[in-house]
């Protein structure tokens, strides 16, 4: 698949098996974070790569969706703010290199046959419950990894017209 349709055929999920991902699929995946471009090649984030066998409850508390807790995994990409660029200005670019590595992460998931949902509406209280995550690491985004159990939508997007500007 070339990437052109790679783009066109990568949807959220919102159904998912239950069937095991591959670790050689899940460390592509986990691959494609690690080369993302970030600001000023700093890389200040770690994924949490979470079970969810045995944790629907607490993970429907993250995200109160049940499909969220339907794949065999979920990945968080967390920041670490003190490693993140800083513009002159004082405006960190932490928010936007955790979004740059999940694009990696879900493009390279698409292409591997694995469904995901891009998550920034989470529950931080219950996130940080069951992340654990030590001081100065904060969760940015969630997705669920696994095996699609339903078939995409029609994509509606705006036309060019609408977002693009020639000066």
């Not at 690491?137 to 994509?155: M, N, R, S």
Request: glycine share 4%; net charge neutral; charged share 20%.
């Amino acid at each position: 698949m070339n990437f052109s349709e790679l783009i066109r055929s990568r949807y959220s999920v919102r159904a998912y098996s239950s069937d095991a991902v591959e670790q050689e699929k899940l460390q592509m995946v986990l691959e494609a974070a690690r080369l993302a471009p970030t600001a000023a090649n700093r890389q200040p984030f770690q994924v949490y790569v979470v079970k969810t066998a045995g944790r629907a409850e607490q993970l429907r508390r993250v995200y109160h969706r049940e499909w969220f807790s339907q794949p065999p995994l979920v990945l968080c990409v967390c920041g670490l703010p003190d490693q993140a660029w800083v513009r002159g200005d004082g405006r960190s670019y932490l928010a936007v290199d955790a979004a740059i590595v999940m694009d990696h992460m879900i493009l390279a998931a698409a292409e591997l046959g694995l469904g995901t949902c891009w998550i920034a509406n989470f529950n931080l209280a219950a996130a940080l419950e069951l992340l654990h995550l030590p001081k100065g690491v904060e969760p940015i985004l969630f997705t669920p990894l696994g095996y699609p159990a339903d078939q995409p939508a029609p994509k509606e997007r705006k036309p060019l017209s609408d977002l693009v500007r020639y000066l």
